[in-house]
């Protein structure tokens, strides 16, 4: 069974981590932020990133192309409503999306913000790893991830409002 390392330095061991979070078994840290008929938007579990999302399917696929007409929908509706939150309420000016089809998980999406911070690892997309890894190893502390949980209460309360 796979290991799975957590934001909090715990690990688990689970056979499918988004079929753990998507079905309950795994609350992720903060809670749920939004969860429609096929999709669940939460903080990514291993990296302590204010206005970090990982939005994953609730069903195992694993490319774009696999999204069905409703899904594809529900996908674009979900990505512009978080996208919004995180600039009206986080402040947040730029994000990276990225997702990839080699996963071992179900179909998920990362937005990953752009803080200042962030440039000392470069502009481009290869400067992503770098940055999630910095924030697991350096920004692990009580006070980042009071405002990390702040920010997931934030955005949770803005999408979820309607």
Known sequence: MPTIKLANGETIEVECLSC???????EPEGG?????????????????IE??????????????????DYEMKDYMNLLQKLRRAQREI???????????EDTTHHFHTWMVPRYDWMYQFG????????V?????????????????MQAVASLTQAVNHD
Request: aromatic residues 10%; positive net charge.
């Open 32 to 48: 749920t932020i939004i969860e429609t008929d096929y999709f669940h938007a939460h903080l990514d579990v291993a990296y302590p």
């Open 20 to 26: 753990a979070i998507t079905g309950g078994i795994i």
């Open 51 to 68: 206005g970090l999302i990982i939005r994953t399917s609730k069903r195992h696929f694993a490319c774009l192309d696999e999204l069905t």
């Open 90 to 100: 986080l402040g947040i000016k730029h994000v990276y999306y990225f997702y990839n």
């Open 123 to 130: 502009r481009s997309i290869e400067s992503v790893r770098p």
């Open 132 to 148: 999630l890894l910095h924030a697991r190893e350096k920004m692990n502390t009580p006070e980042n991830k009071k405002i990390v």
